[in-house]
């Protein structure tokens, strides 16, 4: 959603390709869900058992976007939010990691944190540019 906005084509870029990004964690989370709970169920289901659209901090994205409006304002606040969500996503995914007993769950929850830095590399990169 924060790409959807008119504003700087380098930055709209990386946040569309973080935004795929995420969906391919959302579809690993989901195949984890399955192969643990050996459920069969469709991914379409499954979210609709959740809460719609929830963000890790536990606000949904409007929410979110609507809270730190200000802040998104301009293309280094833009950055700087959005390191502070791949922090957030590193650290929530480097703990289930640990958590984790199952060694395949583990190995996809370590490497998705390993995206989750790569993220926060790619987007350090471009604030150091605009700073």
């Known amino acids: ?3 959807a906005g008119p504003g700087d084509e380098e930055l709209l870029k990386l946040f569309d390709t973080l935004a795929r990004a995420e ?6 989370v ?3 869900y399955l192969a643990a709970s050996g459920e069969e169920l469709s ?5 609709d058992a959740l809460a719609p659209e929830m963000m890790e901090g536990g606000f949904t994205s409007e929410e979110f976007l609507a809270r ?5 304002a301009d293309a280094v606040g833009a950055l700087n939010v959005a390191m502070m969500l791949e922090a957030q996503a590193l650290d929530l995914y480097l703990r289930y990691s640990q958590k984790a007993e199952n060694e ?8 998705i944190a390993d995206d989750e830095k790569a993220h926060l590399d790619a987007l350090g ?5 605009r700073a």
């Open 30 to 32: 989901f195949e984890l």
């Open 43 to 47: 991914r379409a289901s499954f979210e």
């Open 125 to 129: 990169e471009l604030l150091n540019e």
């Open 1 to 3: 959603e924060m790409a």
């Open 104 to 111: 395949d769950a583990k190995e996809i929850l370590f490497k």
């Open 23 to 28: 969906e391919l964690h959302k579809d690993r």
């Open 68 to 72: 730190n409006e200000e802040a998104l």
